[in-house]
T-cell receptor
Framework: QKEVEQDPGPLSVPEGAIVSLNCTYS??????FMWYRQYSRKGPELLMY????GNKEDGRFTAQVDKSSKYISLFIRDSQPSDSATYLC??????????FGQGTTLQVKP | DTGVSQDPRHKITKRGQNVTFRCDPI?????LYWYRQTLGQGPEFLTY????????KSRLLSDRFSAERPKGSFSTLEIQRTEQGDSAMYLC?????????????FGQGTRLTVV
């Protein structure tokens, strides 16, 4: 069993839709939770960073962490074609080493 | 450009050849990480440095792989006797010393193709 599970999709939605992306994890030692966006043939770029249970909002993006259920989510409101990318959840403990999910490929159609 | 820089961006090599990649982290960042990403997968941790010390290596890092960070600044990742299974994107990331509490910034990666 992988430490971090993420549905690879692909996920296709119409422009303006609300997108929900999810990951589950098994290691309760993870303390920090991140969402990265990766465009094709590019390096990952950090979207959201949280270290506690609850919600964190940044513009159209909301990250949600539920440590009791070992479940994290990323919501994208009013999705745009430019949001089409692969979304990676990542977790880390004290060393700073990141453990990534498989990534979910999202396509937002105009 | 003050981001993480990787060179080369693309490398095509014949099986059995040695290759070396370079990573220049953000200047004030003490921690430097190497990851490998294959198609359709998330990045997998290979190794990391705190200043010039290599503190952790994944079991994915076989004897053919070696990484250095000689002066605590740039880092190199060498793969000896490349195999087709080494074809992947090699990503470098850096963060400050408070690595667990701060974000890691990634470079654009080096895409290796072994033919």
């Amino acid at each position: 069993q992988k430490e971090v599970e993420q549905d690879p999709g692909p996920l296709s939605v119409p422009e303006g839709a609300i997108v929900s992306l999810n990951c589950t994890y098994s290691n309760s030692a993870f303390q920090y939770f991140m969402w990265y966006r990766q465009y094709s043939r590019k390096g990952p770029e950090l979207l959201m960073y949280t270290y506690s249970s609850g919600n964190k909002e940044d513009g159209r993006f909301t990250a949600q962490v539920d440590k009791s259920s070992k479940y994290i989510s990323l919501f994208i409101r009013d999705s745009q074609p430019s949001d089409s990318a692969t979304y990676l959840c990542a977790m880390k403990g004290n060393t700073g080493k990141l453990i990534f999910g498989q990534g979910t490929t999202l396509q937002v159609k105009p | 450009d003050t981001g993480v820089s990787q060179d080369p961006r693309h490398k095509i090599t014949k099986r059995g050849q040695n290759v070396t990649f370079r990573c220049d982290p953000i200047s004030e960042h003490n921690r430097l990480y190497w990851y490998r990403q294959t198609l359709g997968q998330g990045p997998e941790f290979l190794t990391y440095f705190q200043n010039e010390a290599q503190l952790e290596k994944s079991r994915l890092l076989s004897d053919r792989f070696s990484a250095e960070r000689p002066k605590g600044s740039f880092s190199t990742l060498e793969i000896q006797r490349t195999e087709q299974g080494d074809s992947a994107m090699y990503l470098c990331a850096s963060s400050t010393l408070q690595g667990a509490k701060t974000e890691a910034f990634f470079g654009q990666g080096t895409r290796l193709t072994v033919v």
